[in-house]
């Protein structure tokens, strides 16, 4: 409460202040409405704040003051020279009181009634007798003594622009004094070297204390979401906890002002998009009270925010199904992104799950708005979320944005500045010591293998332009960054120093350039740009900023279908003969489980895997289960709820090669052979092995094909995993397949003129579906007459007659390969007439 009471203090003198002149204008011009708006105002924000504070005595006679003044702003009663002189007195008063409340803490003694009942006569209309009655015994009061009071602090209010102006003058001391050391380092005097040591420390106390007049708790941009809050639940027919904390925890009042409105953007999507209502909370098992939690404090020199709430989580394949849907990316992109890659898609300008627009959100601005305000001031922003247990954003930023720690490193002969905040890591490549980690390449692409992944890599020099394309050092630093959910390294030259630097603002000439953040002055006098690593990675395409996604649609729908592309391919090793392949885009994620946490389901090995069980098969024949201290390797394959682990002995290696596949000699499980890395390997069928963990892993909603040979078809099916699981089994079957995620991108390929001698298409597909596309063939062009499969788990007679009535030559369940190699040979040999 000292704290409200300094703060109430300080602004009722200033109020008081403003009311003496306030109020001998109005006793000039009476009838001045705005000022007698703005002295009304005065005197009931002082009397409301004394209520709240319990200063009973000072309520008593604001609010008496109140009263007249109330009148006069009605034009019920006339503005008198008597009734300014009373008011004017019961300001004295109210000085008097104030004063001795900030000698001692509490409201001293006095006797008030005279003057309130000369103000209440007054209010009544008897203004010329109650000021006579009263003036007496004012001017018979002592005046208050002249007491610096224990409990009020000395302060006093100075504009931003002055505290602004400090802070510029104290950055310029920073850069004079960083200059004065390097001077001193360069000519080792010792005669300056102790007063450039005392001046270093005062002007880093200097810094500090500067810093402080800035500086302002968080809670200032958290004072209007309780209200908010309420507010939202009561819209919503929610009930919501809001749960605060660390709200002292301070921070540049600069930065403070760029995070206050993603702050409240973000509580607002917690409590629309994340809680649930009462009846879906309590069905669910939970409180029927959701709760939002705010956190804030100080790490490393950095505020960390969070977040969070215990809602339903954020639905990831909705965000899938969206991504997809606006062209962010293809599917085959999104089988090969982890579950983190995909909800970062929330950032991309315009997304939005939401079903319907309402007040509060669904218009999908926002989040895209709350990454970029973030990244403006060198910030971060990550997202942690579980289905069904709720969502938490982390956000870092910097302390403050003057004046900031950073790596001075240099490329292609040019000196830059690398803020500190987005450095995880320095690591030295090359170099002739063992071990030391050295910059590979896949394709023309450079890699860092940095412990249990692999690291893409950003020249610095390639980027700038500071060196030919291509020529990316083999031997120098990496410095490891985190953007978001996205690590990268940055490939540098040299490595000098860390120095604390004063950020100057990017010359307008250069601010279409987003690698760079701003500019500063080194010791030696030389200017050199600030790094921004969010800019770096989105200019060489690290992370899913979406960008291209316009390119993407405005492609034309050939671009990329030819069969003799690049497949990444993931090498395994399983029990005897070669190694092992599978198409990566058909793993979900590489596990290696702790041998005791596999469990026996009747004869089937299973393991608790995010919340059910999923079953584990072996590629190698006999399998025994290891010894606890042991650990197994198992690739993980999803489709929808459904997982399904393959146990295999060691991965090898991830390899980008043109996948040509030899028919096999019909072994059980695998689809033929292939020379892969200039070894003879084994290409697995997945399907084999998927159908081992149970029948219903092909009678889901959701299944695919997609293929490769001689006759070129073209599939159009909605899953990317089921697109990969086909292409190898039809490739070793002899056919030259494209693959398509939606019947919109095919019907492009017709009007571009792309031939096939057959299509395969699922029937079940969102915006349109196979029934639809049947249609849209039959109905005349180029295609009018291509043999057309139906691919679906729906193989009811009904289904069937409905399929064949649109136009389909023939109809398959999914995913039976033998019937469907079997209707292409069928329909390739009696093709639909036109």
């Not at 400090?166 to 300056?192: C, G, I, K, P, Y």
């Not at 009904?798 to 079997?822: C, E, N, P, S």
Request: charged share 25%.
């Amino acid at each position: 409460m000292d704290d409200l009471l300094a703060d109430f203090l300080t602004e009722t003198h200033e109020g008081l202040t403003a009311l003496d002149s306030a109020l001998v204008r109005l006793e000039r011009t009476p009838d001045d409405q705005p000022t007698l708006s703005e002295v009304f105002r005065l005197v009931h924000t002082i009397k409301g704040t004394c209520g709240f504070l319990g200063l009973s005595r000072l309520e008593a006679v604001a609010h008496a003051a109140e009263n007249v003044l109330g009148r006069y702003r009605d034009g019920t009663l006339p503005v008198t020279a008597g009734g300014i002189t009373l008011i004017l007195s019961a300001l004295d008063r109210v000085k008097e009181i104030v004063a001795g409340l900030e000698a001692s803490g509490s409201e001293p003694a006095g006797e008030d009634t005279p003057l309130i009942a000369a103000l209440n006569a007054a209010a009544e209309g008897q203004v010329e007798t109650a000021a006579a009655a009263a003036l007496p015994a004012e001017a018979a009061a002592d005046p208050a003594p002249e007491q610096g009071g224990a409990l009020a602090a000395q302060t006093i209010r100075v504009s931003v622009e002055v505290l602004e102006d400090l802070m510029t003058l104290v950055s310029e001391l920073v850069l004079t004094r960083n200059q004065l050391l390097q001077l001193a380092r360069v000519h080792q005097s010792d005669a300056f070297a102790v007063p450039l040591q005392r001046l270093s420390h005062i002007t880093s106390d200097l810094q500090e204390g500067v810093m402080k007049t800035r500086m302002q708790p968080i809670g200032t941009a958290w004072a209007k979401l309780p209200r908010l809050v309420r507010d939202l639940a009561h819209e919503l027919g929610k009930k919501i906890d809001l749960d605060m904390r660390g709200a002292q925890t301070e921070l540049d009042r600069q930065v403070l002002e760029l995070i206050r409105d993603p702050l409240t953007h973000m509580v607002r999507n917690s409590g629309d998009h994340g809680l649930e209502t009462p009846a879906e909370r309590r069905a669910a098992g939970k409180p029927e009270t959701g709760r939002i939690m705010l956190n804030a404090y100080h790490e490393g020199g950095h505020i960390i925010i969070e977040i969070g709430d215990d809602g339903r989580g954020l639905p990831v394949d909705r965000i899938r199904a969206k991504a997809l849907a606006n062209g962010l990316a293809t599917e085959a992109e999104l089988a090969q992104m982890s579950e983190r890659e995909i909800l970062r898609f929330i950032f991309a300008p315009g997304f939005s799950t939401a079903q319907q627009v309402t007040s509060v959100s669904g218009r999908g601005v926002g989040m895209d708005v709350v990454k970029t305000n973030i990244e403006k001031i060198g910030g971060t922003v990550e997202l942690v979320s579980k289905e069904g247990r709720g969502a938490t954003f982390t956000i870092k930023i910097p302390l403050t944005l003057a004046i900031v720690s950073a790596l001075i490193v240099e490329a292609g002969g040019e000196r830059f500045a690398l803020p500190q905040i987005g450095v995880v890591e320095l690591v030295r490549v090359g170099g002739a010591q063992d071990g030391a980690p050295r910059i590979e390449r896949i394709k023309d692409a450079p890699v860092l293998r940095l412990r249990d992944r692999l690291l893409p890599l950003v020249s610095l020099a390639g980027l700038l332009r500071l060196a030919p394309p291509g020529d990316a050092a083999t031997e120098g630093f990496v410095a490891v960054m985190q953007v978001g959910g996205q690590a990268f390294g940055i490939i540098l030259d040299r490595v000098f120093d860390t120095e604390e630097i004063v950020v100057k603002p990017v010359a307008p000439i250069l601010r279409h350039v987003t690698m760079f953040s701003g500019n500063t002055i080194l010791g030696d006098g030389s200017v050199i740009m600030i790094l921004d690593p969010n800019g770096i990675g989105r200019a060489a395409g690290v992370g899913l900023d979406a960008g291209g996604a316009e390119d993407r649609r405005a492609a034309p729908a050939a671009a990329g279908l030819r069969s003799d592309r690049s497949t990444s391919l993931l090498l395994f090793r399983a029990g005897e003969g070669a190694p092992k392949a599978v198409p990566l885009g058909l793993v979900a994620r590489l596990e290696d489980i702790p041998a005791e946490r596999i469990e026996m389901s009747g004869t089937t090995p299973v393991v608790q895997y995010r919340g059910g069980l999923m079953p584990l098969v072996s590629v190698a024949p006999g399998w025994t289960r290891p010894d606890d201290a042991a650990r197994q390797a198992v690739l993980v394959f999803t489709e929808n709820d459904r997982a399904m682990g393959l146990m295999v002995e060691e991965i090898l290696d991830v390899i980008e090669e043109r996948l040509v596949i030899q028919p096999g000699s019909g072994r059980s499980g695998f689809i033929g052979s292939a020379v892969v890395a200039g070894r003879v390997t084994e290409v697995i069928d997945t399907a084999h092995w998927l159908a081992q963990a149970g029948e219903d892993w092909f009678r889901a909603a959701r299944p695919a094909a997609t293929g490769a040979a001689r006759p070129r078809v073209l599939l159009v099916e909605d899953s990317a995993f089921f697109r990969h699981l086909v292409v190898p089994g039809l490739a070793a079957a002899g056919y030259d397949v494209a693959a398509v995620e939606n019947p919109a991108i095919a019907l492009r390929l017709r009007e571009e003129g792309v031939p096939f001698d057959a299509v395969i298409s699922d029937i079940e597909m969102p915006e349109m579906d196979g029934i639809a596309f049947a249609e849209a063939l039959r109905a005349g062009g180029p295609w009018s007459a291509v043999p057309l499969i139906a691919l679906s788990s729906r193989t009811d007679p009904a289904d069937i007659a409905r399929g064949r009535d649109a136009g389909f030559t023939d109809y398959v369940g999914k995913y039976d390969r033998d019937a469907l190699l079997q209707s292409l040979r069928d329909c390739l040999a009696a093709p639909v007439a036109a």
